[in-house]
């Protein structure tokens, strides 16, 4: 059973174009959530949190629904740079305060145009 | 800005042979976590530490492995009989409190082991 979902693309879009990425969780006790991204070879590096309220930082816009254990990551006039892996990541937070077991999903792959 | 350092970048051991992998994290962060990433795959959790003590292990983390802080700098993570299959990207990563603190990764080390 996967615990962390996602489409693993590749999505190939061109420069400028919206694009939308989804990801489904499966353990209801979830209490925190990420994006991060990872460029090939290189570490994951964090994208943004993820609020229950949804919340914008430039053009990403990250998305939650607890009910449907769904996140989702808009990115808006996506550029050349944004060419990477994106991780959906969720932390469990279980076993005396430790919350840095963090769940990764298997990322979804985006490729960006000229 | 402050980062997360990892050595060596590139480990080539032979099979049955002992590793350490060393960490340096962020010098005010308190907790500590060894991931690892299988080529291809997601990245895992493997431990976290905090106190001089692990706080949490996943299932992965066996005898075989072992953690210490044997100063205030370094975190590190022994493999004692190396297995073909402990082939992967070892991240460590640091953060400064676990109330769902985003974690900062190393670069990783990526172990070969033939």
Not at chain 2, 91 to 103: E, K, M, Y
Request: proline share 5%.
């Amino acid at each position: 059973r996967k615990e962390v979902e996602q489409d693993p693309g590749p999505f190939n879009v061109p420069e400028g174009a919206t694009v939308a990425f989804n990801c489904t969780y499966s353990n209801s006790a979830s209490q925190s959530f990420f994006w991060y991204r990872q460029d090939c070879r290189k570490e994951p590096k964090l994208l943004m949190s993820v609020y229950s309220s949804g919340n914008e930082d430039g053009r990403f816009t990250a998305q939650l629904n607890r009910a449907s254990q769904y996140i989702s990551l808009l990115i808006r006039d996506s550029k050349l740079s944004d060419s990477a892996t994106y991780l959906c990541v969720v932390n469990v937070g279980n076993y005396g305060g430790s919350q840095g077991n963090l769940i990764f999903g298997k990322g979804t792959k985006l490729s960006v145009k000229p | 800005e402050p980062e997360v350092t990892q050595t060596p970048s590139h480990q080539v051991t032979q099979m049955g042979q002992e590793v350490i992998l060393r960490c340096v994290p962020i010098s005010n962060h308190l907790y500590f976590y060894w991931y690892r990433q299988i080529l291809g795959q997601k990245v895992e959790f493997l431990v976290s530490f905090y106190n001089n003590e692990i706080s949490e292990k996943s299932e992965i983390f066996d005898d075989q492995f072992s953690v210490e802080r044997p100063d205030g700098s370094n975190f590190t993570l022994k493999i004692r009989s190396t297995k073909l299959e402990d082939s992967a990207m070892y991240f460590c990563a640091s953060s400064p409190t676990v109330n769902n603190s985003p974690l900062h990764f190393g670069n990783g080390t990526r172990l070969t082991v033939t």
